[in-house]
């Protein structure tokens, strides 16, 4: 078992692209939908990515916030394209630019489809209370915002958010 500890931002420029040292597409879907998982009937969120040519299945414990449980496990990419046929919600589609700022990495999503127009940055930490240095194209932190998550994204994707929710941005 591994304990994820993210943080996650808004984009506020394209500034990072000029740093970008690798991206990937990736497609994405859960097997589980997201009031299953808020609602807390389901203590996890289940999730199939294909990134590139790999695919691996997902599950993270449902806590809000920076630190959750996460297992992950490789599958075969045709194993991972017929779950995404049965995934529930949207699917998410994706590049995901890799930057490197001051000893950190840091995963661009740059959302296509019903999440068009959406840019979010998220960093790994080693602990909760790891300082890391802050890049100038950094936004808003969005880390406590669930309506940011990938399995919120799937069932309410950014072109349906409210005038309301996106000024929030």
């Known amino acids: 078992m591994g304990i994820e500890i993210e943080r996650k931002f808004l984009v506020a420029s394209d500034a990072w692209r000029a740093r970008v040292e690798r991206s990937v597409r990736m497609a994405q879907g859960y097997l ?7 609602s807390g009937r389901q203590q996890v969120s289940m999730r199939v990515r294909i990134a590139g040519e790999e695919a691996r299945l997902n599950l993270k414990s449902r806590e809000a916030g920076p630190s959750r449980q996460e297992f992950e496990y490789a599958i075969p990419l045709a194993d991972a394209e017929n779950l995404l046929k049965l995934c529930v919600g949207g699917l998410i589609d994706k590049h995901r630019h890799y ?27 080693g602990r909760v209370d790891e300082p890391f240095s802050k890049p100038e194209w950094l ?11 990938n399995l919120l994204l799937a069932q309410k994707p950014f072109l349906r958010w409210s005038d309301e929710e996106k000024q929030g941005c």
């Open 32 to 38: 589980n939908d997201a009031d299953s998982v808020t």
């Open 99 to 125: 930057v490197r700022h001051e000893g950190h990495l840091w995963e661009i999503d740059e959302f296509a489809g019903e999440n068009e127009g959406l840019v979010v940055a998220e960093i790994e930490l």
């Open 139 to 149: 936004g808003k932190e969005v880390t406590e915002l669930p309506r940011y998550y």
